[in-house]
């Protein structure tokens, strides 16, 4: 019988310690890692560039065109121009209560605010409406003589009274002849619909205003007056238009009023030495002098007191009127240095918020070790301001560079009379290239035939100087169109006013001024 094979069986293992009683686990216990937080509880205000930013409001506070409505006093005088205001308005109420024609010339450096000033007076004491009267005389409200002409308005006496006067304000670059003058004073009063008459002389302005005298008196405003001067004309027909104006301005049958604006401080003495013979002839003279340090400080503190928060440190506004003071007195420089400082520190601050910059600052406040202890919460940090630093940055772009006047004495005839070409062109485009500007150059200069136009690259080379001078900048952009290459585009970098100044005085380039 054959033995049957039997499966072995496995041998199980047993633990020793199977039958012992398991002691039940015990929970672990996680321990919580505690780091510093990377944002405060009581972090500074971020940054805001939207419409409600207080940079963006400052900025606008600043720009030189805004309103000065908050910093006038119940007269309606511009902040230290006081005395000013007072000897204007005695000027005019003596002579608008008279009926008496008379002149005023106000001068005095740029920036300093003589047209600010007018435009004030204007705005407030030449209504179009009597608002000032009472309530029992709006019952009976005045009317005007001549109700059909232009620009009337009621100017309130220092009594009360309520005079029927005819006002106009014009800016004398506009003009391209001395003589048009006429014409656009005449034109700024005329009746309505009234047929169209051409008044080329003072004789012809005479007998139109004489026919309103003691009626209505007629105040007109030149400003920038010394253009008349600059115009494409020579130079005794500009000196008769003005001796003219002011002639016009002592006639006993007109009531015309006239104050001229300039900064030419000695333009009475050299245009207007003809009216000596008769001392009555003369204008009176008000010279605005050029703000004091302390002056624009104030200035600056009220208008942007109507802020939630000034962003400027005191020591930093100070430092900036104190230079434009001993600088030029020119305020509107102030308002560009501050302006400029503004936009240098917002840039600073969207470099810091950028996202490298977040990263790496996030990296820096994060500590690489856990700690048990509370954390400590840092005090709020008070809010950045512009600085010394931020000032000092702008003013190496502003004030460090010489004045117009003074970086074109520098220049020959022929870098100047470039000079002029090339801002005659970007009248013409104001997107001109160095091509279009050499163009224009070789056109000008073949109409003279007096002078050779030079080569392009001469020319060229005479770009790069005016660059370098700080007059001219030249960069690379893309030009118009399908092709889009790129073109060297020129711009200029002055003072108009100063530029004219200066080269008017240089006969041989009044051709190319026009």
């Not at 016009?248 to 245009?271: H, I, W, Y």
Request: net charge positive; aromatic share 6%; hydrophobic share 40%.
């Amino acid at each position: 019988m054959s033995a049957i094979p039997i499966t072995p069986t496995k041998r199980i293992r047993r633990n020793l310690f199977s039958d012992a009683p398991a002691t039940p686990p015990r929970p672990l216990k996680r321990k919580k890692l505690q780091f510093a937080d990377v944002t405060p509880a009581s972090s500074p205000e971020k940054l805001q560039f939207g419409p409600q930013s207080i940079y963006l409001r400052t900025k606008a506070l600043l720009q030189k065109s805004s309103e000065l409505v908050t910093l006038n006093s119940t007269d309606g005088a511009l902040p230290a121009r006081t005395i000013e205001h007072e000897q204007i308005m005695d000027f005019l109420a003596k002579s608008i209560s008279e009926h008496k024609s008379d002149s005023l010339y106000i001068t005095g450096p740029p920036g300093t605010g003589k047209t600010a000033q007018l435009d004030m007076i204007i705005k407030q004491k030449f209504q179009p409406l009597a608002l000032s009267l009472s309530m029992a005389r709006l019952s009976h409200p005045q009317r005007h003589t001549n109700p059909h002409l232009q620009n009337l308005s009621w100017f309130e006496l220092p009594d009360g009274r309520l005079e029927s006067v005819a006002v106009t304000s014009i800016n004398c670059i506009s003009l391209s002849e001395p003589s048009s003058i006429f014409q656009k004073i005449f034109d700024s009063f005329q009746e309505l619909n009234a047929p169209t008459v051409q008044i080329k002389s003072m004789q012809h302005l005479q007998r139109f205003l004489e026919i309103y005298h003691k009626k209505t008196t007629f105040v007109v405003v030149l400003d920038e007056m010394d253009r008349l001067l600059h115009a494409n004309t020579n130079e005794t027909q500009s000196v008769k238009t003005i001796l003219e104006l002011f002639l016009l301005a002592k006639l006993p049958t007109v009531s015309f009023v006239l104050v001229g604006m300039a900064n030419s401080l000695d333009m009475k003495d050299r245009f207007l030495s003809r009216l000596n013979l008769n001392r009555d002839l003369l204008p009176r003279t008000i010279v605005f002098q050029p703000y004091t340090a302390e002056q624009m400080y104030e200035i600056i503190l009220q208008k942007l007191g109507s802020l939630p928060t000034i962003i400027f440190q005191p020591m930093a506004i100070k430092f900036a009127a104190k230079k434009c003071a001993g600088n030029t007195g020119d305020l509107r420089k102030l308002f560009d240095v501050l302006r400029g400082s503004v936009e240098v520190y917002e840039l600073e601050s969207r470099m810091l918020l950028s996202p490298t910059n977040k990263s790496m600052a996030h990296a820096a406040k994060v500590p690489l070790t856990p700690t048990n202890s509370p954390v400590k919460q840092p005090s709020p940090q008070p809010q950045r301001k512009v600085g010394l630093n931020h000032i000092a940055k702008v003013f190496t772009k502003f004030m460090n560079n010489n004045s117009t006047r003074t970086r074109i004495t520098k220049l020959n005839i022929q870098q100047k009379l470039i000079l002029c070409t090339i801002i005659q062109s970007l009248k013409l485009n104001s997107d001109a290239t160095i091509d279009e500007s050499f163009d224009h150059y070789v056109k000008a200069i073949t109409k003279t035939d007096t002078l050779a136009p030079l080569q392009r690259n001469e020319f060229l080379e005479i770009c790069t100087i005016l660059e370098t001078c700080g007059l001219v900048s030249i960069k690379k952009t893309k030009c118009k169109g399908k092709t889009k290459r790129l073109v060297d585009k020129i711009n200029v970098d002055l003072d108009m006013r100063e530029f004219y100044d200066e080269m008017t005085k240089i006969s041989i380039l009044k051709p190319f001024l026009h």
